[in-house]
């Protein structure tokens, strides 16, 4: 099956500098790749995904990129601000498939 | 919030003890997911469903069982709790017919003591 593996395990950056968080996988059949946020107590939420058709895509201040070749993808967070702290999955997932395998998440801290 | 409840969003129970949790969907979703969440290991899946009567295990299904009945009922049944299943554990439900986004339900917090 999958294995999705997921760095840095926890980052801390000042209000307003960039994170960025990276997963490889395993599965070149993977296709579609997901980001989630996890504030706590609370349930996974998705703020952006890719498919392998897309080299990169953004979203105000998020962004996604995908290396197929290298079978990596990065989520990229600019001018970060103290309610961006929270917990960031990555998965990855066949269009056709049933599945989806998880990252083991990174706990980002925002310091005002 | 896609339309998915979960029941009960707390419990805590003894070893040995048979349990049941509920995923209850309103938008007639064909794919469904139970996964646990535990500190170090993200999301696994225990089982998923594609239908009605239909299921399939996850990477950590022993100790676990499910029913879809019906396409808006998803339940997760621990035969015996133990210590080991204490989690939280979240529903899903995946969009299909060309999007393929999966969203969460608002998680159970199981304590088997």
């Known amino acids: 099956g999958e294995n999705v593996e997921q760095h840095p395990s926890t980052l801390s950056v000042q209000e307003g500098d960039s994170a960025v968080i990276k997963c490889t996988y395993s599965?070149?059949?993977?296709?579609?790749f997901p980001w989630y946020k996890q504030e706590l107590g609370k349930r996974p939420q998705l703020i952006i995904d890719i498919r392998s058709n897309v080299g990169e895509k953004k979203d105000q201040r998020i962004a996604v990129t995908l290396n197929k070749t290298a079978k990596h993808f990065s989520l990229h967070i600019t001018e970060t601000q103290p309610e961006d702290s929270a917990v960031y999955f990555c998965?990855?997932?066949?269009?056709?498939?049933?599945?989806?395998?998880f990252g083991t998440g990174t706990s980002l801290t925002v310091i005002p | 919030d896609a339309g998915i409840t979960q029941s009960p969003r707390h419990k805590v129970t003894e070893t040995g003890t048979p349990v049941t949790l509920r995923c209850h969907q309103t938008?007639?979703?064909?794919?469904m997911y139970w996964y646990r969440q535990d500190p170090g290991h993200g999301l696994r899946l225990i089982h998923y469903?594609?239908?009605?009567?239909?299921?399939d295990k996850g990477e950590v299904s022993d100790g676990y069982s499910v029913s879809r009945s019906k396409t808006e009922d998803f339940l997760l049944t621990l035969e015996s709790a133990t210590s080991s299943q204490t989690s939280v554990y979240f529903c899903?439900?995946?969009?299909?017919?060309?999007?393929?986004?999966?969203?969460f339900g608002p998680g159970t917090r199981l304590t088997v003591t």
């Open positions: 899903a439900i995946k969009f299909s017919g060309g999007a393929y986004e999966q969203y």
């Open positions: 938008e007639n979703h064909r794919y």
């Open positions: 998965a990855a997932s066949k269009e056709l498939g049933n599945q989806f395998y």
């Open positions: 469903s594609y239908g009605v009567k239909d299921t």
């Open positions: 599965d070149s059949a993977s296709n579609y």
